[in-house]
């Protein structure tokens, strides 16, 4: 897979690889491109993996707060006594 997207990305493209999403046992592996297959071995990770590359992985700077009892939305009201965090 590597070879394949060194085709198309430089091998400094952020790439982030994603075991067990949303599980307790997930695990999240930021690197770059040219040593994807590299880290995809070191951690001995195969069957639910998630690859993602492209600038937008480096660009991530917080998480969603949509289910945050500190965020408040149309459908929700926000909780009392909590400011909502900073995005």
Partial sequence: MQEQLLT???P???AAILYRV??????????ELRRLAEEVRRH??????????GAAVGERRNR???YDKSHGHI???RERGEASPPA
């Fill in 8 to 10: 198309a990305y430089t």
């Fill in 12 to 14: 400094d493209t952020p």
């Fill in 22 to 31: 949303s599980r307790q046992d997930e695990k999240v592996v930021l690197t």
């Fill in 44 to 53: 001995k990770l195969s069957r639910t993996t998630l690859i993602v590359v």
């Fill in 64 to 66: 969603s707060r949509l």
């Fill in 75 to 77: 459908f929700r009201g």
